[in-house]
């Protein structure tokens, strides 16, 4: 679910292009060696030969194919870098970078995190978690969430923007009461994943990091009208360095990139209650 509408905070919805707020087989290299006769290594068939040096030739041989084979299937390892012309758009590396996640939490909000680009990603990555969370709809814990989560001087703003947004007619037009609790024997769903970040922009004091998403919401209830679906997403998240944390000044979210639906069997309500609570968040690293 998402919060907003092109002038700032409005209308809430799951997902709206650009709307400021926010609510919520391992691949193998095969090597082809040159075309020719009997030989593998290409020309016609050779009489076998006896000296020493022709052991060396083909061993040589071996091992520029093993080696060939080995940077291949390598990829990026995540410590190598290209700062030729530093520019922070390109594709980032698919391997991990090796890095730890934060280790501590603010409200149970992970914060600390490194004052680096990576640490920017990281830090846009979990608040995207936080920001599409059943929890925003809590008053009570919303306040929590966006003094924690945002500079100082658009905390009172925001929070009443978001009072206004997650009003009691919205909470029940959802199936939550007043306190954003959902009925006995009903579990409101909305969690969010990040698949990836990518940083449009970064300085020492600034960044904007887009994060991409999928996630679950709705009702887990028999007879809900707005049963668990899944959906995805990009957040674009404008971070400052401020209180020794990265934090967000502002954010978008837009519909997309997703791919086809699975054909995957539906679960029933109980099986989705029991998944969020039986399964826990993580905290996210680049």
Known sequence: MSLGDEQGYGEPSRSGDDAYGGYAGTGQTRTRLPEGGGDPYGGAPR????????????????????????????????????????????TAP??????????????GIPSGFAHDQQGAESAAANYSVVLVSADI??????????????????????????????????????????????????TYVSRTMPVG????????????????????????????????????????LKLRW??????????AQKEGPAPVNGDNKVSTADEISKAVEEYGGFSYAR
């Open 47 to 90: 009489r076998p030969r006896s000296s020493s040096r022709s052991l060396v030739t083909v061993v040589g041989v071996v091992v520029l194919l093993i080696a060939a084979i080995a940077f291949a299937n390598r990829g990026g390892n995540g410590n190598t870098t290209d700062d030729s012309d530093g520019d922070t758009t390109k």
């Open 94 to 107: 698919t391997a991990a970078s090796g890095e730890r996640p934060v280790t501590t939490k603010t409200g």
């Open 137 to 186: 709809l809590k008053p009570a814990r919303r306040s929590a969430i966006v003094q924690q989560v945002f500079v100082a001087e658009k905390v009172d703003d925001l929070e009443a923007s978001l009072n206004k947004a997650y009003d009691a007619n919205f909470l029940a037009d959802v199936g939550l009461d007043e306190n954003g609790n959902a009925p006995s024997g009903s």
């Open 197 to 236: 970040t990518k940083a449009t922009s970064y300085s020492n004091s600034t960044a904007t990091i887009e994060v991409w998403c999928t996630g679950v919401f709705g009702m887990a209830s028999e007879d809900t009208t707005s049963p668990v679906t899944s959906d995805w997403f990009t957040m674009t």
């Open 242 to 251: 401020a209180d020794a944390d990265w934090k967000v000044e502002s954010f």
